[in-house]
C-alpha cells in the first residue's frame, strides 16, 4: 500500500484542482488557501513519501509534473479572469511551459530518449509562482494587505519565467546538453 501513496497523493492533488478553482469563483479566497496549501503539502509528502522508501514508479515521475502544473495553470487562469493577476503573466507562464514541452518533444524525437531534469531557475521559478499564488490568495482573503508585494513578485514571476525559458532554449538548442549530465539541465 506504501508503494501506492505516492501516486494517491498526486491523483488527490490533481482532483483537488476543480474544487479550488469552484471556490476561487466564488471568491472564497480563505477556503482557497487553505485547498492551495494542501495541495502544496501532498506535493512535498508524496515526493518524500516515493524517495524515502524507494517507491518511485514511472507514472508517478509522469503524473506529478502534470499535477503541478494542472494546478498552477489553473489558478493562474482562474486569478486571471478574476483580475487578481495580470494576463499577460499567464501567457507568458503558459507559452514558456509549452516552448518546454514542445522542446522536450523535439529532442525525444531526435535523441531516442532524453531525461527531463528541472533546471534550478526552473525549480525557483515555480517556487516564485506558488508563492505568489499564495500571497495573492491570502491578500484576497484579507489576511495581510501588501499590495508592494503582490506588484513585486508579479515581476519577479515574469522575469524568472522568460529568464528560465531562455535558458531551457539555450541548453536545449544552442549549447547542445550532455542528456546523461543532470547538472547540465
Avoid at 8 to 33: D, K, M, N, S
Avoid at 95 to 124: A, M, Q
Avoid at 148 to 162: H, K, R
Wanted: net charge negative; with cysteine; hydrophobic share 55%.
Amino acid at each position: 500500500m506504501l508503494t501506492k501513496l505516492p501516486n494517491l497523493l498526486t491523483l488527490l492533488r490533481i482532483g483537488a484542482v476543480p474544487v479550488l478553482i469552484l471556490f476561487l469563483r466564488e471568491r472564497e479566497y480563505a477556503v482557497a488557501v487553505a485547498i492551495f496549501v494542501g495541495a502544496g503539502i501532498t506535493d512535498g509528502l508524496d515526493g518524500w513519501i516515493a524517495k524515502k522508501f524507494n517507491c518511485v514508479t514511472r507514472l508517478g515521475s509522469i503524473l506529478d509534473p502534470i499535477a503541478d502544473k494542472v494546478l498552477i495553470v489553473s489558478t493562474y487562469v482562474v486569478l486571471v479572469l478574476l483580475g487578481d493577476l495580470p494576463f499577460w503573466l499567464l501567457l507568458l507562464i503558459v507559452f514558456r511551459d509549452l516552448g518546454i514541452i514542445g522542446g522536450y518533444l523535439i529532442l525525444d524525437t531526435l535523441h531516442d530518449s532524453v531525461p527531463l531534469h528541472p533546471s534550478f531557475l526552473s525549480k525557483v521559478n515555480t517556487l516564485l509562482q506558488i508563492i505568489l499564488v499564495a500571497v495573492v490568495l491570502i491578500d484576497r482573503a484579507g489576511w495581510v494587505h501588501l499590495p508592494w508585494l503582490n506588484e513585486f513578485l508579479i515581476v519577479l514571476v515574469g522575469l524568472t519565467t522568460l529568464i528560465s525559458g531562455i535558458h531551457y532554449g539555450y541548453l536545449w538548442f544552442i549549447r547542445g546538453v550532455d542528456f546523461d549530465d543532470p547538472v547540465g539541465s
